[in-house]
Nanobody, 124 residues
Framework: QVQLVESGGGLVQTGGSLRLSCTAS????????VGWFRQAPGKEGEFVGA????????RYADSVKGRFTIGRDNAQNTVYLQMNSLKPEDTAVYSC?????????????????WGQGTQVTVSS
């Protein structure tokens, strides 16, 4: 059974940084595309970014481009989301997902496996 667990959330001031981790059990992540999503209270879920199965390609929502970075730590079977220059509007529950990929290994659509999410709160 595949399980994803996010960690690393917390409370940080505007301009601060956090590093979220998405760790898998029951499946190695290194050859799967993984996406990050977030959902703020009262708002719809939002795509944050994704990394391809090869790790060669990453893409980000315009709202986080240049501030967030997705990478892998294959030794830990983890995909991380490095978040810098955080803003109050980044406050949300962040979740990771093993996605469906195209022939190039790029993340295309969400798959069936989601973590439970980790809360990120950015104070002004």
């Amino acid at each position: 059974q595949v399980q994803l667990v996010e960690s690393g959330g917390g409370l940080v001031q505007t301009g601060g940084s956090l590093r979220l981790s998405c760790t898998a059990s029951g499946r190695t992540l290194w050859n799967y595309p993984v996406g990050w999503f977030r959902q703020a209270p009262g708002k719809e879920g939002e795509f944050v970014g994704a990394i391809s199965s090869s790790s060669f390609n990453t893409r980000y929502a315009d709202s986080v481009k240049g501030r967030f970075t997705i990478g892998r730590d294959n030794a830990q079977n983890t995909v991380y989301l490095q978040m810098n220059s955080l803003k109050p509007e980044d406050t949300a529950v962040y979740s990771c997902n093993i996605g469906n990929n195209n022939i190039y290994g790029n993340y295309v659509t969400p798959g069936n496996y989601w973590g439970q999410g980790t809360q990120v709160t950015v104070s002004s």
